[in-house]
């Protein structure tokens, strides 16, 4: 079936601006992740989802970055007043499992470049 | 709470083997890997759960030793197609999931 979609694939905004990202997980899995990454670094945990649970928010950086995901699917997250240190790669993932990716792999979607001028 | 994977980085010719080890700090349940090529997203490996399972993929094994919360990804004979960003991803038994540092891997001919 279809992977996980992110839209748009590559975002320019001007400082001060704010931005929305979009995830489409793949049918049926539960949970939904947000992770950043910056150029040649590693994945920064943004925020977890999973079913109806109060969603883990730890990984936000800051109070200008919420996300929402509406209906168990679909996933938006936004930076408010972008700042040109937001500019980085904002990667989705899904997987089936629930509280925890135990046993299940994560998919990841193509990601959006966010770029701040 | 960020596991700590080493080499951070290793350049090898076709054919070579490597290791690249992961280590938490807290006990874990189980152990993901990923590998990142240049430009796009992470793939999933493999995953091993607690009981010192040993897994393969391709020519591409791993393993998981719960007491030493430690897990180890063995690339024999490497290819071109190995090149890239190797993640571990462990599930501690505080049920968090952490992706680790990464392993920039060059295979070269």
């Known amino acids: 079936g279809a992977g996980v979609s992110q839209s748009p694939s590559n975002k320019v905004t001007e400082k001060g601006k704010d931005v929305e990202l979009r995830c489409d997980p793949i049918s049926g899995h539960t949970a939904l992740y947000w992770y950043r990454q910056s150029l040649g670094q590693g994945l920064e945990f943004l925020i977890y989802f999973q079913g109806n649970s109060a969603p883990d928010k730890s990984g936000l950086p800051s109070d200008r970055f919420s996300a929402e995901r509406t209906g168990g699917s679909v996933s938006t997250l936004t930076i408010q007043r972008t700042q040109q240190e937001d500019s980085a790669v904002y990667l989705c993932?899904?997987?089936?499992?629930?509280?925890?990716?135990?046993?299940?792999?994560?998919?990841f979607g193509n990601g959006t470049r966010l770029t701040v001028t | 709470q960020q596991p700590v994977q080493s080499p951070q980085a290793v350049i090898l010719r076709e054919g070579e083997d490597a290791v690249i080890n992961c280590s938490s700090s807290k006990a874990l349940y189980s152990v993901h890997w990923y590998r990142q090529k240049h430009g796009e997203a992470p793939v999933f490996l493999m995953i091993?759960?607690?009981?010192?399972e040993q897994k393969g993929h391709e020519k591409i094994s791993a393993s998981f030793n719960e007491k030493k919360q430690q897990s180890s990804l063995y690339l024999t004979a490497s290819q071109l197609s190995y090149s890239g960003t190797y993640f571990c991803?462990?599930?501690?038994?505080?049920?968090?999931?952490?992706f680790g540092t990464g392993t920039s891997l060059t295979v070269i001919p």
């Open positions: 993932a899904s997987s089936l499992v629930g509280a925890v990716p135990t046993i299940s792999p994560l998919h």
């Open positions: 991803g462990t599930v501690n038994t505080g049920n968090q999931f952490y």
């Open positions: 091993l759960l607690k009981g010192g």
